[in-house]
């Protein structure tokens, strides 16, 4: 079973999204920042096959992201609005997807959220292959 760590501020998307993704057969792990996700991981002794967090709170945890394991697991950041991380600054944060946040909870697409997470964990399976 794949392992979702999931970060975001935003209480409603985070249990949402978490719930979503559990009946979908993903284990999840949430946290409200990087900081909370560090000692989770490193109190579970979990290890993490995807990240799904919010473009700020990645910004704002940036030191503490070698502690979640994000030179090694694919990052998938949520914004609220377009152009809320640029190219240069999503490549040195380890994001191989930027998704948009809807603007309540309830407006989750969750076969949307689903497909896109099948597809970033077979490209970095895919990846593990051959790299």
């Given at each position: 079973?794949?392992?979702?760590?999931?970060?975001?501020?935003?209480?409603?998307?985070?249990?949402?999204?978490?719930?979503?993704?559990?009946?979908?057969?993903?284990?999840?792990?949430?946290?409200?920042?990087?900081?909370?996700?560090?000692?989770?991981?490193?109190?579970?002794?979990i290890a993490v096959d995807l990240i799904i967090a919010d473009a700020g709170g990645l910004l704002a945890g940036e030191s503490q992201l070698p502690s979640i394991g994000a030179k090694r697991t694919p990052i998938?950041?949520?914004?609220?609005?377009?152009?809320?991380?640029?190219?240069?600054?999503?490549?040195?944060?380890?994001?191989?997807?930027?998704?948009?946040?809807?603007?309540?909870?309830?407006?989750?697409?969750?076969?949307?959220?689903?497909?896109?997470?099948?597809?970033?964990?077979?490209?970095?399976?895919?990846?593990?292959?051959?790299?």
């Amino acid at each position: 079973m794949d392992t979702i760590l999931l970060i975001d501020y935003d209480l409603g998307f985070l249990l949402t999204l978490a719930n979503i993704l559990m009946r979908a057969g993903y284990t999840v792990w949430p946290a409200r920042d990087v900081a909370s996700a560090a000692a989770l991981i490193f109190e579970a002794g979990i290890a993490v096959d995807l990240i799904i967090a919010d473009a700020g709170g990645l910004l704002a945890g940036e030191s503490q992201l070698p502690s979640i394991g994000a030179k090694r697991t694919p990052i998938v950041a949520t914004t609220e609005f377009d152009g809320d991380i640029d190219g240069s600054t999503a490549e040195r944060l380890g994001v191989v997807r930027v998704a948009p946040r809807p603007v309540t909870a309830e407006a989750l697409d969750a076969g949307e959220w689903i497909e896109m997470v099948r597809s970033v964990m077979a490209a970095s399976r895919a990846g593990r292959r051959h790299a």
